[in-house]
């Protein structure tokens, strides 16, 4: 059985743009704002890096077919760079790739870079975008929102909770991730907005509203990791290490229909957790987690995945949305940098996004939204694709010695 890499790997350093509609800024240039504040933080040279992967979910456009555009914005040394595509899980994967680098030995430094120029795609999540011959015979029925409105439609019936009830509980998880991106100076959307505002806005796809809908989002995030070794003999203190790095996707079990896949979760998202947990020495998440961030591309998205992390019972999580469990004072905050719905959602960046917050919450740099209690443990949660075929990665990261 494979040991798996808990604390085999330290980040030295990370940096993300502001993400929005940087309609100033190319692919390149966000990947140089990124890497800038990342490298400064490392406190090393660009000539000490060793290997480099891009993770990109949709801009062919702006980025094209290889890793050129990172090596040549950032002036590598003529290092292998690699480009990754992983759907929304692009970021995630990339930070994959340079961990794995240096858990291996094959590298002593490593940078992860996750970037998307979406704004200038004309991509807006409607109508549905093409994605190559064969998605086109099979994808052309189905949004984004549509097919997770479909999640809570199952997740309703599954549980039988009334539709009243869970349009408060993802109207809740709405208004908690705009409180929370207020806090944030790096977010797309800054203004807090009421209950009332969240559960009157228009409809998109029943009964995700308006306000139950990530933004499309320009921005890059960066990560460079090396090992806890090195970064000692450079006077690193107070490493933040990986725990745990698992990646599941669907193997077309919930097409088949016989299988007994109801809709109403993400079967990958429990497969990575529980490997995720066992990599970690993780055997009870809710006493053990101090902070998550997880793929809320739409509300829905956020409570069902309460459940598929384990930090819900089956069938509950929008009894403990509603109680405040995930809220930034709550048991297990949430998104309390404001998630893809507040912070924003340029494909490629967000997962290693996510890390970003996690690491700056564990060494107390996080500002107006820094957790009162010191974190220990932090979850971040990045999902790909559909409902019915997905692919999830997760990344659970800590002090060294925590």
């Known amino acids: 059985m494979a040991k798996g890499i808990k604390d085999k790997v330290a980040i030295l350093g990370m940096g993300c743009t502001r993400f929005g509609e940087r309609w ?69 994967e990339s930070f994959r790739g340079a961990v794995y680098a240096v858990a291996s030995g094959a590298a002593d430094i490593a940078l992860a870079m996750g970037v998307e120029k979406l704004k200038d795609t004309g991509y807006g999540g409607l109508p549905v975008r093409t994605r190559g011959t064969t998605f086109d015979m099979v994808g052309v029925t189905g949004s984004a929102p549509g097919n997770f409105a479909q999640v809570a439609s199952a997740y309703r019936a599954a549980h039988n909770v009334s539709r009243d009830d869970l349009k408060r509980a993802i109207a809740h998880v709405s208004v908690k991730s705009h409180a929370n991106g207020a806090k944030n ?110 793929h809320d591309c739409f509300s829905i998205t956020e409570l069902v995945t309460m459940e598929d992390l384990f930090l819900s019972d089956e069938g509950q999580a929008w009894r403990d949305v509603l109680n405040g469990d995930f809220d930034a004072d709550g048991r297990i905050p949430c998104q309390i940098d404001g998630g893809l719905k507040c912070f924003g959602h340029p494909i490629g960046a967000s ?52």
């Open 24 to 92: 100033d800024m190319d692919a390149d240039n966000l990947m140089v704002e990124a890497f800038e504040e990342a490298i400064v933080d490392a406190g090393i040279e660009v000539s000490q890096i060793d290997a480099a992967w891009m993770g990109v979910g949709f801009d062919a456009m702006n980025i094209g077919p290889s890793g050129l555009p990172l090596s040549i914005a950032l002036r590598l040394p003529n290092i292998g760079v690699t480009k990754v595509e992983n759907y929304c899980a692009s970021g995630t």
């Open 185 to 294: 100076p790096k977010a797309h959307l800054r203004k807090a907005v009421d209950m009332d505002t969240v559960l009157n806005a228009p409809m998109i796809a029943e009964p995700l509203g308006l306000f139950d809908c990530c933004g499309v989002s320009d921005g890059a995030a960066c990560a460079i990791v090396t090992t806890p070794e090195i970064a000692r003999a450079m006077g690193k203190t107070d490493l933040v290490t990986i725990k745990a790095l698992q990646i599941a996707g669907s193997n077309g079990w919930e097409l088949q229909h016989a299988g007994g896949w109801n809709g109403a979760y993400f079967h990958p998202t429990r497969v990575a957790a529980k490997r995720a947990y066992d990599e970690a020495g993780i055997t009870n998440p809710r006493e053990q987690l101090s902070l998550t961030e997880v």
């Open 351 to 402: 997962g290693l996004r996510m890390i970003y917050e996690n690491y700056l919450q564990l060494l107390g740099r996080a500002g107006d939204r820094q957790r009162s209690t010191p974190p220990r443990l932090a979850l971040s949660h990045n999902l790909g694709g559909m409902p019915s075929q997905n692919v999830s990665a997760i990344a659970i990261v800590g002090l060294a010695d925590g």
